[in-house]
């Protein structure tokens, strides 16, 4: 009869540990889990599906004025990391003298502190080039 009860009580502490274990292996992976999923535009991702695009890039392209205060301004308007300031002719004119060829060069490309596309990763090249112009117009 001890060797039944010992038996019984073995089974039971089993199967009690498994039960905690599986809990707590649930519960670590719940915690890992990926926090989310990447979906491109174009794939059939079902409720994930990729925003459409925001009103300003399916309305056309923003001005300079748009992109400089959206972008630039963090940089060009204090002169952080040497930026030349918009509105100071003496910071804009050895860059304006090289032609809007280098100035497009350097903004698109990146120049020394300055990355590529500044700070406007999703700006197309023309509206790189209206900012440029944008700041050239109001720094002569």
């Not at 032609?99 to 790189?128: K, Q, V, W, Y």
Request: aromatic letters at 4%; one cysteine or more; charged letters at 20%.
């Amino acid at each position: 009869m001890m060797k039944r009860v010992a038996a019984f009580a073995l089974l039971a502490f089993g199967l009690v540990a498994g039960t905690a274990l599986a809990s707590v292996e649930d519960e670590i992976s719940e915690r890992i889990q990926p926090v989310g999923e990447v979906c491109q535009q174009g794939d059939d991702c079902g409720a994930a599906a990729a925003p459409a695009q925001s009103a300003s890039s399916s309305s056309g392209p923003r001005s300079g004025e748009d992109v400089y205060n959206a972008a630039c301004t963090a940089c060009h308007a204090s002169g952080a990391a040497g930026a030349p300031v918009m509105g100071n002719a003496g910071d804009w004119g050895p860059r304006i003298d090289k032609g809007m060829e280098t100035l497009t060069n350097h903004a698109i490309n990146g120049f020394n502190a300055m990355p590529p596309r500044g700070t406007c990763s999703d700006c197309s090249d023309d509206e790189i080039v209206a900012a440029i112009e944008y700041m050239v117009e109001n720094s002569q």
